[in-house]
T-cell receptor
Framework: DGGITQSPKYLFRKEGQNVTLSCEQN?????MYWYRQDPGQGLRLIYY???????QKGDIAEGYSVSREKKESFPLTVTSAQKNPTAFYLC???????????FGPGTRLTVT | AQSVTQLGSHVSVSEGALVLLRCNYS??????LFWYVQYPNQGLQLLLK??????LVKGINGFEAEFKKSETSFHLTKPSAHMSDAAEYFC????????????FGKGITLSVRP
């Protein structure tokens, strides 16, 4: 059945390493989004893409990078330049005529 | 610029009591408004949405919300709380319609006492 998958569910990395979080959707949605969630801060937009091969920075893009080579996939790389990468990361998508976004289950990243 | 304010970070109610979670928004154009629910360590699930049709919007799990333009509010209510309603609730606003960015409030944690 259709949906958004994020893998892995939990991810552990050492400080100074880059790490890539996966996001795949089979909803045929054009737009995809990455959010970061920290306790008490709600969701903050990192990057979004409204079409293949195009993406825009969100509110907190520093230290992150993305690519959108396929409609189904929107991976997020957390680079060593991100000063505080430990967080819960959520991927979402939206399709033509849809005002709401649909969310994946999230990846909890811990960097020590 | 659009913004959302959810006053308070935690609400506690007794099982069977009314649930009221407040959301106020700021938008320069007629907004689209959403309530999402999040259970621990999971993604967000859409509860309901306002997209300029009826001002009273009914959602899943017995929740509803009313859009009040004069008060710039979109409060979420449920007549009778159930233990399974314990979760975090987020209000969000969009100004641009389909496939556009959402701005989220900081969220409210709802606890339900037996």
């Amino acid at each position: 059945d259709g949906g958004i998958t994020q893998s892995p569910k939990y991810l552990f990395r050492k400080e100074g390493q880059n790490v890539t979080l996966s996001c795949e959707q089979n909803l045929n949605h054009d737009a995809m989004y990455w959010y970061r969630q920290d306790p008490g801060q709600g969701l903050r937009l990192i990057y979004y893409s409204q079409i293949v091969n195009d993406f825009q920075k969100g509110d907190i893009a520093e230290g992150y990078s993305v690519s959108r080579e396929k409609k189904e996939s929107f991976p997020l790389t957390v680079t060593s330049a991100q000063k505080n990468p430990t967080a819960f990361y959520l991927c979402a998508s939206s399709g033509p005529g849809f005002y709401e976004q649909y969310f994946g289950p999230g990846t909890r990243l811990t960097v020590t | 610029a659009q913004s959302v304010t959810q006053l308070g970070s935690h609400v506690s109610v007794s099982e069977g009591a009314l649930v009221l979670l407040r959301c106020n928004y700021s938008s320069s154009v007629p907004p689209y408004l959403f309530w999402y629910v999040q259970y621990p360590n999971q993604g967000l699930q859409l509860l309901l949405k306002y997209t300029s049709a009826a001002t009273l919007v009914k959602g899943i799990n017995g929740f509803e919300a009313e859009f009040k333009k004069s008060e710039t509010s979109f409060h979420l209510t449920k007549p009778s709380a159930h233990m399974s309603d314990a979760a975090e609730y987020f209000c969000a606003v969009s100004e641009s319609g389909a496939n556009s960015k959402l701005t989220f409030g900081k969220g409210i944690t709802l606890s339900v006492r037996p």
